[in-house]
Nanobody, 117 residues
Framework: QVQLVESGGGLVQAGGSLRLSCAAS????????MGWYRQAPGKQRELVAL???????NYAYSVKGRCTISRDNAKNTVYLQMNGLNPADPAVYSC???????????WGQGTQVTVSS
């Protein structure tokens, strides 16, 4: 089992920044990739950014250049730095962890990001 706890969401003005954190615990040695996803009301959940165990990253086109995903292996934590937040960004942001060689995916509970104009 893997437990994921997100934090760092909140209310920010348009153009502002937030850093989201996702702390993993449990059987983390089995994780080969972690990602941030978001879901706005009435919309499907979409990938925001992904980082593999080897450090490769992938970003949604809508956030490329504004967001950076990173990880601190010593803290078992993945971060999502978001800059230039705009009205298209408000959503519940959730992190997930994929277990190597399986279809198992663990999810955190999510953290709300709100952007005021």
């Amino acid at each position: 089992q893997v437990q994921l706890v997100e934090s760092g969401g909140g209310l920010v003005q348009a153009g502002g920044s937030l850093r989201l954190s996702c702390a993993a615990s449990g059987s983390i040695s089995r994780i080969n990739a972690m990602g941030w996803y978001r879901q706005a009301p009435g919309k499907q959940r979409e990938l925001v950014a992904l980082i593999t165990s080897s450090g490769n990253t992938n970003y949604a086109y809508s956030v490329k250049g504004r967001c950076t995903i990173s990880r601190d292996n010593a803290k078992n934590t993945v971060y999502l730095q978001m800059n230039g937040l705009n009205p298209a960004d408000p959503a519940v942001y959730s992190c997930n962890a994929r277990v190597a060689w399986t279809l198992i995916i663990y999810w955190g509970q999510g953290t709300q990001v709100t952007v005021s104009s």
